[in-house]
């Protein structure tokens, strides 16, 4: 089946640092690629939506500068949290869609990217 | 977007119980997912099913489209049922709105 990697799973940082998050599908193509952001206890929120080859298309109350998205190729997108603080930390999911020959568009997702920001 | 109300928000199973964990939409999908969240935080899709009825194993779902709401059944629930269930659908732009979750406890 579809399979979507995420690096890292964890990372610390300090505050004012920028951290990357890689996001890929490893057995197909995503031209769209989702971004989504859970705090502990919470549902997931979608950030932004990552498209190939173009601008990211970012959801009311998330700021663009802040949270930079690149999807340079057909297998990978990346979010930085640039100037990061405690606030930001949080548990950040991406998700690809593949579609099956059943044309089912199935929403995958990657095991998440656990950020604490010190 | 699509406002997804979940319920209940909690649930607390012997182990051997059925559950009914019941999803509304605010408006019409067509894609409709429900997904296992494990203890790291892996969500695993469970079911595809914007419309129907789907079984695999011990779960099954049906959706009723026409009434915006989904079921998902938990039959004969183990330990390894625990977790927090949620319910996500879109309509034309593939982009998810989750429900708040059910939280899982199975007792044994």
């Known amino acids: 089946g579809a399979v979507v990697s995420q690096h890292p799973s964890w990372v610390i940082c300090k505050s004012g640092t920028s951290v990357k998050i890689e996001c890929r599908s490893l057995?197909?193509?995503?031209?769209?690629m989702f971004w989504y952001r859970q705090f502990p206890k919470q549902s997931l929120m979608l950030m932004a939506t990552?498209?190939?080859?173009?601008?990211?298309?970012?959801e009311q109350g998330v700021e663009k500068d802040k949270f930079l998205i690149n999807h340079a190729s057909l297998t990978l997108s990346t979010l930085t949290v640039t100037s990061a603080h405690p606030e930001d930390s949080s548990f950040y999911i991406c998700?690809?869609?593949?579609?099956?020959?059943?044309?089912?568009?199935?929403?995958?997702f990657g095991a998440g990217s656990r950020l604490t920001v010190l | 977007g699509i406002q997804v109300e979940q319920s209940p928000p909690d649930l607390i199973l012997q182990e051997g119980a059925n559950s009914t964990l019941r999803c509304n939409f605010s408006?019409?999908?067509?894609?409709l997912q429900w997904f296992h969240q494990n203890p790291w935080g892996q969500l695993i899709n469970l079911f595809y099913?914007?419309?129907g009825t789907k079984q695999n194993g011990r779960l099954s779902a049906t959706t009723v489209a026409t009434e915006r709401y989904s079921l998902l059944y938990i039959s004969s629930s183990q330990t390894t049922d625990s977790g927090v269930y949620f319910c996500?659908?879109?309509?034309?732009?593939?982009?998810?709105?989750f429900g708040a979750g059910t939280t899982v406890t199975v007792r044994a």
């Open positions: 408006d019409s999908v067509n894609n």
């Open positions: 996500a659908g879109s309509s034309n732009d593939y982009k998810l709105s």
């Open positions: 057995d197909f193509q995503a031209t769209t």
């Open positions: 990552s498209n190939e080859g173009s601008k990211a298309t970012y």
């Open positions: 998700s690809a869609r593949a579609q099956p020959r059943s044309g089912a568009n199935v929403l995958t």
């Open positions: 099913i914007p419309s």
